[in-house]
């Protein structure tokens, strides 16, 4: 059976062959790739893979051996500015019609809907029954969710830097609706869904009622299914937060229910992962002229509450971190913190449980699919930062009621997300849409 993946990412196989750094981004995806290219002799699935890619590799194509299982993969690069996500370019469509022209799958694989790539490798295919969705996020209602309540001065201010980038939050906002467009339609388009929570299967019938669902969890990347979180090994009071970067992922929220925090814990402190809000304005000193200029208005709204909570010296961007960075700085935090205006199910989350780590999540779009409030940790009312500090402030007090949360998370999660079972599921849903 051939199947092409149309990815969002460049996978690490790709990556080393040419000598290029690998996306730490949707990090289950490889750990996919590895579970099917170690069975390919017993599975029978012959891979493609795409990959948005710049001018340079827009015509890239490699029959490479995936290191220690002697499998081969198709790879194949198309372009498309990622930066530029509501652009739809004919160009990507035209390539990837070549691409499927010379793999000749039996099934396309789309992998997220975030993309107009999706949409152009379904109308590419254009074949219904032999096309396959995977969804991850949903545009078209992250959008409704985009402000998360953010004050409207907030909302309206366009800073130096905004105008010149011609990058305001309104016009983020319009992004994520035309983003939207592009996702229902490739929706639409499609015969067969796979997902994992009753909040997208009930978006994604709405759009599609005809369309075939195939329930399926997601398997984590590989080094977070050994270790375990140790009371005695984290620093105390310490809040992890995987994302801080735009409006959705929440960390106002954080910052407003921080003085309720300090209150009891006054060592209480935040660490961020990925691209940081204030990184550029920081780099030019946050407090000079330059520095200024560079903000965005999030990020002028992120340091103004800094300074008004009184943890302009208690938060940590951390950057972007590899797989291992992730689980090492999950190990050592005192709670992780979802607080998001919106997600599906995010591995985030699944992969603090998978660790034990104890959790507190908003409880917004498919979370309560995968975490239960009350045995795998705490859920509290998106946007209320009063019932997140308390969240977070129990998960401080520990004692066996959270050691109850932790070691009930850790088996859910190692159920939802078995790399075995899912890798199974995938071939048979494979079967089903191959033999029709």
Sequence with gaps: MRVLWICNIMLPVVAEYLGLEASNKEGWLTGLSNIILKNQKENDIELGVCFPVLEDLAEFEKV????????????????ENVHRAEVYEERTEERLGEIIERFRPDVVHCFGTEYPHTLAAVKAFNDKERTLIGIQGLCSIYAKYFRADLPDYVWRRITFRDRIKQDDLRRQHEKYVQRGVYEIEAVQRTGHITGRTSWDKKYTREWNPE??????????????YEGYWKEEDCNRYSIFLSQGDYPIKGLHYMLRAMPDILQKYPKAEIYVA?????KSAAESGIEGVKGKLKLESYGKYILQLMKETGTFHKVHFLGRLDAEQMKQQYLKSHVFVCPSSIENSPNSVGEAMLLGVPTVCAN???????????????????GDVKRLAEAVKIMFAGGDRVKGYRESARQHAKSTHNAQRNYERLIEIYMEIAEG
């Design 64 to 79: 490479l051996e995936a290191s220690g299982t002697g499998a081969k993969v198709h790879a194949f690069g198309f372009y």
């Design 364 to 382: 917004v779009g498919g979370i309560a699919d995968i975490f239960t409030d009350q045995m795998d940790g705490l859920l509290y009312p998106a």
């Design 211 to 224: 369309v075939k669902y195939h329930f399926m969890n997601e398997t984590l990347r590989s080094n977070f």
């Design 274 to 278: 990925g691209n940081s809000i204030i």
